[in-house]
Nanobody
Framework: QVQLVESGGGLVQPGGSLRLSCTASRNIFSIISKGWYRQAPGKERELVAT???????NYADSVKGRFTISRDSAKNTMYLQMNSLKPEDTGVYYCNYKTWTTPSAYWGQGTQVTVSS
């Protein structure tokens, strides 16, 4: 049994920062990539950022230059550093691991991020 547990969400003012964490209950083998998704109120879920097993990162245009995805393999943890937050960043953020094996993906339960003055 593997679980992804997210933390770090909360309420922050525009221009502020938050760091989200996603920790796996145990090491997960054969990972293709890791990523963060978000779903804003009334909108579809969207991909925010990914990091491949080789460390290559990609970001949605809306967060480039503001968000940074990273990992700490020793801690089985992935992070999303969010700076210069905007109200439109508000939503539930989910972490995701994709693997070569079954199951093909693991998901966290989500953490709420609210950016408001």
């Amino acid at each position: 049994q593997v679980q992804l547990v997210e933390s770090g969400g909360g309420l922050v003012q525009p221009g502020g920062s938050l760091r989200l964490s996603c920790t796996a209950s145990r090491n997960i083998f054969s990972i293709i990539s890791k990523g963060w998704y978000r779903q804003a109120p009334g909108k579809e879920r969207e991909l925010v950022a990914t990091i491949s097993s080789a460390g290559r990162t990609n970001y949605a245009d809306s967060v480039k230059g503001r968000f940074t995805i990273s990992r700490d393999s020793a801690k089985n943890t992935m992070y999303l550093q969010m700076n210069s937050l905007k109200p439109e960043d508000t939503g539930v953020y989910y972490c995701n691991y994709k693997t070569w094996t079954t199951p093909s993906a693991y998901w966290g339960q989500g953490t709420q991020v609210t950016v408001s003055s």
